[in-house]
C-alpha cells in the first residue's frame, strides 16, 4: 500500500542553522501539507501546497518557514535560523479526493532537535 | 476559528471491553469533516475513520464507530473488542471545506491517551 515516507526520521541541529525536511508523498496525491507536535501537546497545521503553490498556510507559518516541491517526488519544508523552539516533530501528510473527503495519510515524522 | 475538545486526557479499558473517547468541536460552518487519528509510540499518525458533516448515518470501520451529532457538535469514538494493540493517543481532528478542495489544515483536539489493560 503507498505511503508518505519522511527523512531524516531524526535530525539534530544548533540554534541558528538552517534544516531541511524532507518527504515522498504519495504518487497520485494532489495537495501536501506540513504539520508540528510539540513534544507532549497537540498537532498543529503549518501550511498546504498544491500545484507548486501554497494553498493555506497558518499563523506559525512564517518568514522563518518556507516549502519547495523542487521535483515531481520530493516536498520541503526548509527552517531557516533555527531556533530552541522549533524541536518538535514534523510531519508530512498528502492527500487526493476521496468521496469528497480529501482524507489526509501522514509519513512517519522527523523529530527536530535544535540544541 | 473552530477548535476542537477532548475532555479525556487519559482512558483506560480492560481487554476485550468497549470504550467511548469523547470530542466535542465548536464552528460557525455547516460543511466539514471529522477525523479520528491513531498516534501509537511509534508517533506515526494513522487514520482511524472519518465522518462527513453532511451525512446523518454515523461512520463505522470494524470494531471502530462515531457517534456524530450536528447539533451538539459532538464526535465521540467507540471501539468495541479492545484490543492491545489499540493502545496510543487518540486525536479528533475537524476539516473545513472554507477553502474548497483539500487546501485545509486540520485542527487537532490535544488528544486521550487510551490505556488498554490485559
Known amino acids: 500500500e503507498p505511503e508518505v515516507t519522511q527523512t531524516p526520521s531524526h535530525q539534530v541541529t544548533q540554534m541558528g542553522q538552517e534544516v531541511i525536511l524532507r518527504c515522498v508523498p504519495i504518487?497520485?496525491?494532489?495537495?501536501f501539507y506540513w504539520y508540528r507536535q510539540i513534544l507532549g501537546q497537540k498537532v498543529e497545521f503549518l501550511v498546504s501546497?498544491?500545484?507548486?503553490?501554497?494553498?493555506?498556510k497558518s499563523e506559525i507559518f512564517d518568514d522563518q518557514f518556507s516549502v519547495e516541491r523542487p521535483d515531481g517526488s520530493n516536498f520541503t519544508l526548509k527552517i531557516r535560523s533555527t531556533k530552541l523552539e522549533d524541536s518538535a516533530m514534523y510531519f508530512c501528510?498528502?492527500?487526493?479526493?476521496?468521496?469528497?473527503?480529501?482524507?489526509?495519510?501522514f509519513g512517519p515524522g522527523t523529530r527536530l532537535t535544535v540544541t | 476559528a473552530q477548535t476542537v475538545t477532548q475532555s479525556q486526557p487519559e482512558m483506560s479499558v480492560q481487554e476485550a471491553e468497549t470504550v467511548t473517547l469523547s470530542c466535542t468541536y465548536d464552528?460557525?460552518?455547516?460543511?466539514?469533516?471529522l477525523f479520528w487519528y491513531k498516534q501509537p509510540p511509534s508517533r506515526q499518525m494513522i487514520l482511524v475513520i472519518r465522518?462527513?458533516?453532511?451525512?446523518?448515518q454515523n461512520a463505522t470501520e470494524n470494531r471502530f464507530s462515531v457517534n456524530f451529532q450536528k447539533a451538539a457538535k459532538s464526535f465521540s469514538l467507540k471501539i468495541s473488542d479492545s484490543q492491545l494493540g489499540d493502545a496510543a493517543m487518540y486525536f479528533c481532528?475537524?476539516?473545513?471545506?472554507?477553502?474548497?478542495?483539500?487546501?485545509?489544515?486540520?485542527?487537532f483536539g490535544k488528544g486521550t491517551h487510551l490505556i488498554i489493560q490485559p
Open positions: 481532528a475537524y476539516r473545513s471545506q472554507y477553502s474548497g478542495g483539500g487546501a485545509d489544515g486540520l485542527t
Open positions: 464552528t460557525s460552518e455547516s460543511d466539514y469533516y
Open positions: 465522518q462527513e458533516a453532511y451525512k446523518q
Open positions: 504518487s497520485n496525491h494532489l495537495y
Open positions: 501546497f498544491y500545484n507548486n503553490e501554497i494553498s493555506e
Open positions: 501528510a498528502s492527500s487526493n479526493q476521496l468521496a469528497g473527503a480529501w482524507e489526509q495519510y
